[in-house]
């Protein structure tokens, strides 16, 4: 869990539901009131430490009660369990919860010489509601991950504490065991169904061929297969699918729109004859080589001179001119190309692409 400018991020969370009809009640269903956040967040946090903290997704599980005559906050760890499990969420272990009620007779609420007492085990509703203690443990057989306990008394000797951790510990080991028989482990191999997530490291000179103008080409993946292709400033992009069916299909678009023929190496500090296939107002865009993508070379560097137009210096379209190559920018990838430094009077040997390929 993080926090980011007073947001509250997490990757998994409980929605536990509880109608009235659940405890055979008339009533509507509106917002959430304080005992299904209780209840549900206490679920929550019984297989918040299960759940692996690096997962890709986020999780949400879903608990409705339809019928409740015991702990249904420790019955939702117990379904949420097997539930991640038979998902293919790889928890740390299975877990589950127990609660553990607590009966006594005493003279003038005196409980700190209790001695008729009787520790109950998974208790029922009328246990809950005519009981002196409400004790509730969840977690997996090595350990606890969470407690909530309700007394009704003005107190309890650590004895009666001791017995109901050691009752709780052993109940929830044989709970555990039951639902080994069903379910042990995450299910391998996943559901066909489940979602896929992977990383592309686009180059930053192609990451606008694969986006497309006006991020076309990122909206007919989304629509042609499902997925979605999220521009991601430390690893470029990140690209979510429903199903791995999905991901093959979107991943082989992509693969189409960045696939182009193998691009000659340039040399940082070469000169290369540049072809001009378009004029504008800030400068001439020109080509190195017949599959390369137009490169803007900007006024600035046409010329010694400052001028406004490539008009002013005769230039026209299909025009060769010699430009000397100083690689590609890191933030935009794009090509930095100079004719002016080579309005000198000597000047190295020219490289040309253009007329290689004609040949």
Not at 9 to 33: C, D, I, M
Not at 270 to 281: D, G, M, N
């Amino acid at each position: 869990m993080s926090f980011f400018s007073g947001i509250k991020e997490k990757n998994f969370f409980l929605h536990y539901e509880f109608p009235p009809y659940a405890t055979n009640e008339v009533g509507r269903s509106g917002p959430f009131q304080r005992r299904e956040l209780g209840h549900g967040a206490l679920a929550e946090r019984g297989l918040r430490s299960v759940v692996p903290t690096d997962f890709p997704f986020t999780i949400r599980l879903t608990s409705e009660v339809l019928e409740s005559n015991g702990s249904s906050s420790m019955a939702s760890v117990c379904g949420g369990s097997l539930a991640l499990m038979d998902a293919g969420v790889d928890i740390s272990a299975p877990a589950a919860g127990v609660a553990i009620g607590l009966v006594t007779r005493c003279e003038n609420d005196d409980t700190k010489h209790l001695t008729d007492y009787r520790i109950l085990t998974d208790i029922l509703g009328i246990e809950d509601y005519m009981g002196d203690m409400d004790f509730k443990m969840a977690g997996t057989k090595k350990g606890i991950s969470a407690i909530q306990v309700d007394v009704k008394v003005p107190g309890l000797p650590l004895k009666v504490i001791m017995e109901a951790v050691q009752a709780a510990t052993d109940a929830k080991s044989k709970i555990i065991d039951i639902m080994n028989k069903t379910i042990s482990k995450p299910r391998q191999p996943r559901k066909s169904n489940w979602p896929v997530s992977v990383t592309l490291d686009v180059p930053v000179h192609k990451r606008g061929k694969l986006i497309g103008p006006g991020g076309n080409n990122l909206k007919k993946i989304m629509l042609e297969t499902g997925a979605q292709v999220i521009p991601d400033e430390e690893a470029g992009f990140r690209v979510f699918a429903p199903n791995q069916e999905a991901m093959d299909e979107a991943q082989e678009m992509i693969n189409s729109l960045l696939k182009s023929e193998q691009e000659p190496q340039l040399e940082f500090g070469a000169i290369y004859t540049a072809k001009v296939v378009e004029l504008r107002e800030i400068g001439v865009m020109v080509t190195l080589y017949p599959t390369m993508v137009p490169a803007l070379l900007h006024n600035s560097q046409l010329d010694q001179r400052k001028i406004n137009h490539p008009s002013a210096l005769g230039l026209e379209v299909g025009q060769e001119i010699q430009v000397k190559y100083f690689g590609r920018d890191p933030v935009s990838g794009l090509m930095r190309l100079s004719r002016k430094v080579l309005q000198s009077p000597t000047s190295p040997g020219i490289k040309n692409f253009q007329e290689t390929s004609n040949r």
